[in-house]
């Protein structure tokens, strides 16, 4: 039991981390691209936008946290013998970039065509992870009837289950990314910007 509620809690922590994470990297892509798409500081020819010190602080450290949270998931949801939560970290951070680049580049009078570009170009590799999930749902059922007699032997392992149940596993998993987006949020009232 004991193991099993550390497990849940891994799960709960890396969504609320990947979560929080998502949330950090939006606001910062959201500053960025109010800015014109472009901010820098110092060198001989200054940007007419200089980059703010909390967004140098606030990225690779968003960055870092979302790789470390995804490497956590990762660890627990094999631990649990569950899908990974990677596709979906995945698609939000593709999708909320996507969607920023789609709002600086349709905003405010004509359109940019390369915001625009880069808008479907995140929203497609947001899309993707997400739409593969029938697939290989498809091909795993395929090779488990072409495999039936593999499987048909690990009878006692199977009969075992996970350690974790469906409704636990995903109730921590979006438990934690709600929890972690609003976290973000909530810091984003206090950063300037």
Same mark, same amino acid.
């Given at each position: 039991? !004991?193991? #099993? +509620?550390?497990?849940?809690?891994?799960?709960?922590?890396?969504?609320?981390?990947?979560?929080?994470?998502?949330?950090?990297?939006?606001?910062?892509?959201?500053?960025?691209?109010?800015? =014109?798409?472009?901010?820098?500081?110092? =060198?001989?020819? @200054? %940007?007419?936008?200089?980059?703010?010190?909390?967004?140098?602080?606030?990225?690779?450290?968003? @960055?870092?946290?979302?790789?470390? &949270?995804?490497?956590?998931? $990762?660890?627990? &949801?094999?631990?649990?013998?569950?899908?990974?939560?990677?596709?979906?970290?995945? &698609? /939000? @951070?593709?999708?909320? %970039?996507?969607? !920023?680049?789609?709002?600086?580049?349709?905003? =405010? /009078?004509?359109?940019?065509?390369?915001? *625009?570009?880069?808008? *479907?170009?995140?929203? %497609?590799?947001?899309?993707?992870?997400?739409?593969?999930?029938?697939?290989?749902? $498809?091909?795993?059922?395929?090779?488990? #009837?072409?495999?039936?007699?593999?499987?048909?032997?690990?009878?006692?392992?199977?009969?075992?289950?996970?350690?974790?149940?469906?409704?636990?596993?995903?109730?921590?998993?979006?438990?934690?990314? +709600?929890? =972690?987006?609003?976290?973000?949020?909530?810091?984003?009232? +206090?950063?300037? /910007?």
């Amino acid at each position: 039991m !004991r193991s #099993r +509620v550390i497990d849940c809690a891994g799960i709960l922590l890396s969504a609320a981390g990947m979560g929080f994470s998502v949330s950090l990297i939006d606001h910062c892509a959201a500053f960025v691209l109010s800015r =014109g798409g472009w901010v820098a500081s110092g =060198g001989p020819y @200054v %940007i007419a936008s200089p980059a703010p010190e909390w967004i140098m602080l606030l990225m690779p450290g968003a @960055v870092l946290l979302f790789t470390a &949270s995804i490497m956590t998931s $990762i660890y627990f &949801s094999e631990r649990l013998r569950w899908p990974w939560l990677l596709r979906f970290a995945w &698609s /939000g @951070v593709f999708l909320t %970039i996507g969607y !920023r680049f789609a709002c600086a580049g349709a905003g =405010g /009078g004509e359109p940019i065509p390369g915001f *625009i570009i880069c808008a *479907i170009l995140f929203i %497609i590799l947001g899309i993707a992870p997400l739409v593969w999930i029938p697939v290989e749902r $498809i091909q795993r059922r395929r090779s488990e #009837r072409k495999l039936l007699w593999v499987y048909r032997s690990m009878d006692n392992v199977r009969a075992a289950g996970p350690p974790l149940g469906v409704r636990a596993y995903w109730t921590c998993a979006v438990t934690g990314a +709600v929890l =972690g987006v609003v976290a973000g949020l909530l810091l984003r009232r +206090v950063i300037p /910007g």
